[in-house]
């Protein structure tokens, strides 16, 4: 089991990372279609490049999604996020290799919940962080 | 250029049916196989909203207009979402999209141009199932 555990989560910890297949032009499309967003300077480099940058980069909400599938990684259930937050920091282009890394920055109980703030990012094969943001995690005390 | 005023304002409302295939089309972009994703009735995956919204609302590139933002420089910076519980196949969420905050920051390139966009999404009972919030940035010309 890669979650987090409400009795032994502690301030410091790293949540188990997520390494997610490479990203290509096609992993752009087909975020594109199913997300419902047609801006061409993820799918056109002809476009890409006539507004200043090398080619398509990749949709900061198709990074996000995959930080939203480590966070449910870590506290076990989508309904145990409460809040997720990012800030798109650096672009992330095709071939790049993300992973999904987070860690622990306070815990305090809240009813029946343990409730875990994080601090939680996406970076590419060279360490590059790209995504930056925080979470909060209520983890059932049980 | 966007001004303190504009805050509170509603920009857009909208309302749709959730629908199981549009979940797991969009889990499946994500490659995220997570099985509560699939099947005929669904809870959708933590970013879905951005899809829902998209599907939901009218808006798009006269909002921006109307905001007075420089849509050439316009860039989605930052994103919040906050959750009361999962999205679930089926059921038909209410949308209301507000202008929540106008900020600028100055610096050596010029001025940036801050709007914060707050979408609440509420069930058939009235009570609310997330807030999501997009900052957009642009650049003053």
């Keep these: 089991m890669a979650g987090l555990d409400a009795k032994t989560v502690r301030v410091g910890q790293a949540l188990q990372p997520l390494t997610k297949p490479a990203i290509t032009k096609d992993t752009l499309k087909r975020y594109a279609a199913a997300s419902g967003d047609p801006n061409p300077m993820h799918l056109d480099d002809e476009f890409a490049r006539n507004s200043g940058y090398k080619g398509v980069f990749a949709h900061g909400m198709l990074s996000m999604g995959y930080l939203g599938e ?6 076990g259930h989508p309904s145990a996020i409460r809040r997720f937050k990012t800030r798109f920091a650096k672009l992330t282009w095709p071939g790049d290799v993300i992973t999904c890394k987070g860690t622990v920055t306070a815990i305090q109980d809240d009813g029946a919940a343990r409730v875990v703030d994080c601090d939680i990012w996406t970076e590419n094969q060279e360490g590059e962080k790209k995504l930056v943001g925080t979470a909060s995690l209520a983890l059932p005390r049980g | 250029m966007p001004s303190k005023d504009m805050i509170g304002r509603v ?62 420089t316009l860039v989605h910076g930052e994103q919040e979402f906050e959750y009361r519980r999962p999205i679930r196949a089926g059921e038909t ?14 610096g050596g390139s010029g001025t940036l141009d801050f709007v914060v966009m707050e979408t609440e999404a509420t069930d058939t009972k009235g009570q609310v199932v997330f807030f999501s919030r997009n900052t957009l940035i642009s650049r003053r010309m």
Aim: no cysteine.
């Design chain 1, 70 to 75: 480590f966070l449910v990684q870590a506290a």
């Design chain 2, 11 to 72: 920009l857009s409302t909208g309302s749709a049916t959730v629908t199981a295939d549009h979940i797991s089309a969009f889990a499946a972009a994500l490659e995220d196989s997570n099985p509560l994703y699939q099947g005929a009735e669904p809870i959708a995956p933590p970013t879905y909203p951005i899809a829902f919204m998209t599907q939901a609302m009218a808006g798009g590139m006269d909002t921006f207009l109307e905001l007075g933002l420089n849509f050439m």
């Design chain 2, 93 to 106: 969420l209410s949308l209301t999209g507000r202008i929540a905050d106008v900020y600028e920051k100055t």
